[in-house]
C-alpha cells in the first residue's frame, strides 16, 4: 500500500531555511514521480515542484525557482524539499504526493495527476 508521511514544518523567519521530507513505504520513490504542492488559507492547492521517475529530472514553479531544491535518495526511499530564502508567501501547509502514472514532469505540475497524498507538514514564515 502507498503511504506518504511528511515532516519538517516549523515556524521559521523570513529568509530562513527548511528542509521538508517525504518518507515512502509501499513502494519505491525511484519508479514514482513525486511531487510537492502547498496550500495556503482560503488559496488553491499549488504544484511547486516535482522530481520524475527514473530521470530524476526536475520542475520549479516560477514562484520558488533558484529558492527550492527536490532531491531524492533512493536508500532512505525518501523526496526532500530543501527551502532557502523564504518569505512570508511561502506560508501554507506543504504535502507530497506520487504517481506512476504518466504525468507532465518536469515540464509542468499538475494536482489531478497523483492518485497518493501525505497528510501535509505546516510551514510558517513569519518574523
Known amino acids: 500500500q502507498v503511504h506518504l508521511v511528511e515532516s519538517g514544518g516549523d515556524l521559521v523567519q523570513p529568509g530562513g531555511s527548511l528542509r521538508l521530507s517525504c518518507a515512502a513505504s509501499?513502494?519505491?520513490?525511484?519508479?514514482?514521480?513525486i511531487g510537492w504542492f502547498r496550500q495556503a488559507p482560503g488559496k488553491e492547492r499549488e504544484g511547486v515542484s516535482c522530481?520524475?521517475?527514473?530521470?530524476?529530472?526536475?520542475y520549479y514553479a516560477d514562484s520558488v525557482k533558484g529558492r527550492f531544491t527536490i532531491s531524492r535518495d533512493n536508500v532512505k526511499n525518501t523526496v526532500y524539499l530543501q527551502m532557502n530564502s523564504l518569505k512570508p508567501e511561502d506560508t501554507a501547509v506543504y504535502y507530497c504526493?506520487?504517481?506512476?502514472?504518466?504525468?507532465?514532469?518536469?515540464?509542468?505540475?499538475?494536482?489531478?495527476?497523483?492518485?497518493?497524498w501525505g497528510q501535509g507538514t505546516q510551514v510558517t514564515v513569519s518574523s
Open positions: 509501499g513502494f519505491t520513490v525511484n519508479y514514482y514521480t
Open positions: 504526493a506520487a504517481t506512476r502514472r504518466g504525468s507532465t514532469c518536469p515540464y509542468a505540475i499538475s494536482n489531478n495527476e497523483y492518485p497518493y
Open positions: 522530481i520524475r521517475s527514473s530521470s530524476g529530472n526536475t
